[in-house]
Nanobody, 116 residues
Framework: QGQLAESGGGLVQPGGSLRLSCAAS????????MAWYRQAPGKQRELVAT???????TYVDSVKGRFTISRDNANKRMSLQMNSLKPEDTAVYFC??????????WGQGTQVTVSS
């Protein structure tokens, strides 16, 4: 059983919105730095957004102003609100959590397809 599980992917038209969720079965979730990555076909996995233990976010330039990362420590969840989606956002999106060396986890990924 995985430690992280994504949900919320799907097919959406350009300009539309999706909300991804990551459910964690990690002890001390609030101590994990969390992030969303994505991997498009034929491309390397890239970092999309991060959120620190104190909920400070960072974003890759291509999603700034469109995506919002958040976390709910009480319910061990992380989310990615994606607005104004573009075809180039099409990818498999992965949830990632890191507590320290040897304590890193990946979800199985959820497909996001932006197409008309």
């Amino acid at each position: 059983q995985g430690q992280l599980a994504e949900s919320g992917g799907g097919l959406v038209q350009p300009g539309g919105s999706l909300r991804l969720s990551c459910a964690a079965s990690l002890n001390f979730f609030n101590a994990y730095s969390m992030a969303w990555y994505r991997q498009a076909p034929g491309k390397q996995r890239e970092l999309v957004a991060t959120i620190t233990t104190s909920s400070t976010p960072t974003y890759v330039d291509s999603v700034k102003g469109r995506f919002t990362i958040s976390r709910d420590n009480a319910n061990k969840r992380m989310s990615l609100q994606m607005n104004s989606l573009k075809p180039e956002d099409t990818a498999v999106y992965f949830c990632y959590g890191r507590l320290g060396v040897g304590r890193e986890y990946w979800g199985q990924g959820t497909q996001v397809t932006v197409s008309s």
